[in-house]
């Protein structure tokens, strides 16, 4: 098949333009990097590159937004997507084309928060009755422990009014500095869970959840070729040993 200059020229400038497509596929593929906080920058990313000027991929750049629009249209509305974005010292708010819905998955972040903190409050309430029951029926031992309850019921009050303190170290994390794409969301923070404790079990919830479904996939595949060139030569369990060591020697 022969191309004029014409078409070459076409063929050219639509790769141009698919490329990013063909690495943002890579990237979502990943089995040992954080892959959900990158949707919604990477989605972003792909708008802009679809955008052309060029009269002869004019009809395809049209059709890749419309596509868009069409497949992705209130993605900043699902909570993990959303969150994990919020989430990530990479991107946090930038990424958000709608401000309102970055204010939302803060509060919706910071009410997950409060929950624990009032279950744990409630946990230690409990408790601590419990063991006040137990010492007033004990009149020698009353007096003794008098200033141990007491602290205890001040350390239930400050975890109130830590609980009303969310809010600041929500603010807090989102003024510092973004780190580079190409950084470790999870070891920044490794580093600054001291400063940020419940933000940071959060972290543990949404910003470690895979995008896709892809290294699952290979490994099912891993499965199918294993059992099919070894069939019932091998019982489940050495099909499980030699799937975990397959996985953990990368072979």
């Known amino acids: 098949m022969c191309l004029s200059s014409d078409e070459l020229e076409t063929v ?3 790769v141009q333009v698919l490329e990013p497509f063909e690495e943002a ?3 979502m593929s990943s089995e040992k990097f954080t892959t959900l906080s990158k949707i919604s920058p990477l989605i972003r990313a792909l708008q802009d590159c679809a955008v052309s000027r060029k009269a002869n991929i004019f009809s395809l750049c049209d059709e890749l937004q419309k596509q868009f629009a069409k497949t992705f249209t209130g993605m900043e509305a699902n909570f993990h997507i959303a969150a994990g974005t919020l989430l990530d010292p990479r991107s946090k708010k930038v990424s958000f084309a709608d401000i309102g819905n970055s204010k939302r998955i803060e509060e919706r972040l910071i009410n997950i928060m409060k ?5 744990q409050e409630t946990r230690l309430t409990s408790s601590t009755a419990e063991t ?3 010492t ?5 031992k009353k007096t003794l422990w008098k200033v141990f309850d007491e602290k205890v019921e001040r350390t239930v009050k400050v975890g109130q009014s830590y609980s009303a303190g969310l809010h600041i170290d929500m603010r807090r994390y989102l003024e510092e500095p973004l780190i580079p794409r190409e950084g470790d969301p999870m070891i920044w923070w490794k580093d600054h869970s001291p400063l940020f404790p419940k933000l940071a079990e959060q972290t543990k919830k949404f910003l470690c959840i895979p995008a896709t479904s892809v290294p699952s996939e290979r490994l099912f595949s891993k499965v199918g070729e294993l059992v099919s060139q070894r069939q019932n030569c091998l019982g489940d369990e050495n099909i499980n040993t030699i799937l975990f060591l397959n996985k953990k020697l990368g072979k």
């Open 12 to 14: 050219k400038s639509a």
């Open 25 to 27: 596929t890579r990237e």
């Open 115 to 119: 929950a624990a903190i009032d279950d």
């Open 136 to 140: 007033q029926t004990q009149e020698r």
């Open 132 to 134: 006040r029951q137990e």
